[in-house]
T-cell receptor, first 111, second 118 residues
Framework: SQTIHQWPATLVQPVGSPLSLECTVE??????LYWYRQAAGRGLQLLFY??????ISSEVPQNLSASRPQDRQFILSSKKLLLSDSGFYLC??????????FGPGTRLTVT | AQTVTQSQPEMSVQEAETVTLSCTYD???????LFWYKQPPSRQMILVIR??????QNATENRFSVNFQKAAKSFSLKISDSQLGDTAMYFC???????????????FGTGTRLKVLA
């Protein structure tokens, strides 16, 4: 069966520090991968999606970036965090079916 | 632009009762899918039910069912025999082909926080 992992689960970082969040999927190959941010009182905002290794598309301009160095690995990064980057970050994957499957998420607090 | 609207920020229901969560969407696509996701306090997103737009029959999954009105662009979720474990945030989501990228775009509503009361 397929599983999706995210780490860390919780992160507290100062403004201006770098960020690296990792997402990995097991039990499937060539998945579509997605990064979302969930801010308080809001739905899920799509940040990036990837259909293959090295293929990244950005939905919303921001100081975040994403990379997909391996088929089942998706990384969300920032060189300098802003207060507004605080939120709950979710990684999701899909392949043959139409529904997305989500990881457990990372709670990021920028202080 | 494609949008999903959930007009009920919070709702409550007595245990064993029935509750309906509303969702409307806007799209010019003819081929799309709709979903309801549940996010309990653990914040793990869980798929509750899905509906293909080309199907007229409303989807049902155990105590969960939808009322899909394509012309009205409405997609409500009915929870029967509510249980304490149904307490969660519920998100309505819309999925449609995303340009020529070969993937699909998902748009989520802002959610309805449901509390089931003992």
């Amino acid at each position: 069966s397929q599983t999706i992992h995210q780490w860390p689960a919780t992160l507290v970082q100062p403004v201006g520090s770098p960020l690296s969040l990792e997402c990995t999927v097991e039990g499937t190959s060539n998945p579509n991968l997605y990064w979302y941010r969930q801010a308080a009182g809001r739905g899920l905002q799509l940040l990036f999606y990837s259909v293959g290794i090295g293929q990244i598309s950005s939905e919303v301009p921001q100081n975040l970036s994403a990379s997909r160095p391996q088929d089942r690995q998706f990384i969300l990064s920032s060189k300098k965090l802003l207060l507004s980057d605080s939120g709950f970050y979710l990684c999701a994957w899909r392949r043959d079916s139409y529904e997305q499957y989500f990881g457990p998420g990372t709670r990021l607090t920028v202080t | 632009a494609q949008t999903v609207t959930q007009s009920q920020p919070e709702m409550s229901v007595q245990e064993a009762e029935t509750v309906t969560l509303s969702c409307t969407y806007d799209t010019s696509e003819s081929n799309y899918y709709l979903f309801w996701y549940k996010q309990p306090p653990s914040r793990q997103m869980i798929l509750v039910i899905r509906q293909e737009a080309y199907k007229q029959q409303n989807a049902t999954e155990n105590r969960f069912s939808v009322n899909f009105q394509k012309a009205a662009k409405s997609f409500s979720l009915k929870i029967s025999d509510s249980q304490l474990g149904d307490t969660a945030m519920y998100f309505c989501a819309f999925m449609a082909p995303w340009g020529t990228s070969g993937t699909y775009k998902y748009i989520f509503g802002t959610g309805t926080r449901l509390k089931v009361l003992a």
